[in-house]
């Protein structure tokens, strides 16, 4: 075998070389881990694959529609239109929707957030007597209780701009939660 001879100071530079692109990469791995501590989200690769083909569509609704539904399946389906509306009190899901909005475009973002307002209370309007029911039921458990106040760390816990753009949807949460309760 034919070697080279390497010039001086060239096994250093590699060394170095290598030594930094290590920590490099452990650095990258530790603060994925902090944000995503049970590893890489499946959901957010979900949500790439269904926001995609939306992204283009210039109605902000029909742009939700067409994301939510590759997402979850058809919405005319009150078990997956329910699955959108409980997983907003997911904490792990809060942080994958904050890396949405956060890496939507510009001129979309605030549209968006103000159509998944709509959606939400459209949802809201949409509930008939039993799922309300089902829902204050749901949120009146221990287990719903636990689940609202850790969404609500999770999400107080977001940048202060954040928050505040997203008020809108925070607001019909908030409303169907109240309105959920008293119907049992």
Not at 129 to 147: K, N, S, W, Y
């Amino acid at each position: 075998m034919l070697r080279m001879p390497m010039k001086p100071g060239a096994k250093r530079t590699l060394a170095c070389t290598g030594a930094g692109a290590g920590i490099f990469l452990l650095l990258l791995g530790f603060g994925w881990l902090r944000f995503f501590p049970q590893g890489t989200p499946q959901d957010l690769l979900r949500d790439i694959r269904a926001g995609i083909p939306a992204r283009a569509l210039k109605d902000p609704d029909a742009r939700l529609e067409a994301y939510l539904t590759r997402r979850y399946g058809p919405l005319s389906d009150p078990a997956n239109r329910q699955r959108v509306f409980l997983e907003f009190f997911d904490p792990e899901r809060i942080k994958v929707l904050q890396l949405i909005v956060r890496h939507s475009p510009d001129e979309q973002r605030q549209a968006n957030i103000d159509a998944m307002a709509r959606w939400i209370a459209a949802y809201r309007e949409g509930l008939d007597p039993i799922e309300r029911a089902g829902l204050g039921a749901l949120f009146q458990t221990p287990e719903g209780q636990a689940q609202l106040r850790r969404a609500t760390a999770q999400y107080n816990a977001q940048d202060v701009r954040y928050r505040g753009s997203t008020t809108p949807v925070i607001s019909q949460l908030l409303r169907t939660i109240n309105e959920v309760e008293q119907a049992r």
